[in-house]
């Protein structure tokens, strides 16, 4: 098939790519860099030892969408781009709607006037909110405490509602969990522009002596060491879940939201000594009070992605840790 990746040079979409590529796809990448860097493209030619088209735009200029979905006769589209800090989406939730919501409406328009009707959305277990039972299944009820996470449910809504009225739409959200580790060549992983706030690169930091120490947001939880409890997923199993997706949606019509995690919690405490295991350095930490917003325990019931997609992760957190560290050493040397 020939797949554009909106987003495509960002983190899990860098490394769809290559596991779309080397699946047989043609890929095709539309990113504007507003938090990758346009030095992930050699890095790909690299692992893939060929040129994956990028095309430089905004996924809100409808018709340079549009044109490219023509030019490359795009059978399908799998949808990254947008933004994702939390924190930040608190801030400045007018940029999160007009990226998250307006880009996606204006992918949908460009995609309706090329005839593309094939999509595979990149959600997020945040559409959960706070869990009212453990594990999480797609049944689960769906809220938002904050701008990012309203953006993500009202895409998923606009998607179905575009399902019912035309039945040729063919859409998957993937609700991801909690995306890390990196390729294993450490050629490409998560590059965010300004300073990291999630778990796995602040760990990073700490190991290579960019922040002295780590700080652990509350130890008072009702889990297992008091530590927060999360579904860490590598993201080339998840990269895989894309490839999986794929070959689900194109031959089904409708909308349809699946689980893309481990089913499996672990905790700060277990994230820090493996990671610790496998670089051999010291991470240090510091107990904090609790992060605003943030929940004790989150992991997905994965049941319906191995029943409907055959898919099913398969790497422990001593990959996800070591390909992490691999990456975080290539980074701080390239
Ligand atoms: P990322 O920031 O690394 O990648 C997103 C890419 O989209 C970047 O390359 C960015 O430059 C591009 N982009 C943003 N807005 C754009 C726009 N308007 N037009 C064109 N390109 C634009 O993020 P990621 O971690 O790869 O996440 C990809 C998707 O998965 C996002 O939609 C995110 O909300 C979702 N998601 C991520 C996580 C996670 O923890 N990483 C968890 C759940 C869901
Ligand atoms: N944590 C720390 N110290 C840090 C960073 C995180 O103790 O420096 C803890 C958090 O308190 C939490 C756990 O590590 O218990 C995981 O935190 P992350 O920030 O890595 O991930 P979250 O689960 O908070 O959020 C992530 C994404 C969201 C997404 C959510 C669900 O950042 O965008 O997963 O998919 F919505």
Redesign the pocket.
Known sequence: MNILL????????SHTAVVLSQAGHEVVL???????QKSVLGRLQKILDKVLPCVE????DTALVAKTLQDYKIDAVI??????AVGESVEKPIEYYA??VQ?TISLLEAMKSANVKTLVF?????VYGNPQYLPIDENHPISATNA?GRS?LHIEEMLKDIAISNSEWKIICLR?F??VGAHESGLIG???NGLPN?LMPCIAHVAVGKFPYLKIYGNDYPTIDGTGVRDYIHVMDLADGHLAALAYVRNHKGWVAVNIGTGHGASVLDIISTYEFVSGQEIIFQIEGRRNGDIASCYAKVDKARNLLGWQAKYNLEKMCSSSWLWQNFSNKA
């Open positions: 909106t987003g495509g040079a960002g983190y899990i979409g539309l990113d504007n860099f507003c938090n990758s735009a905004d996924v809100r949808h990254f781009a947008g933004l994702k990226n998250n880009g990149s959600s997020s277990a945040t990012y993500k991801y909690n995306p998560e590059d965010p999630n």
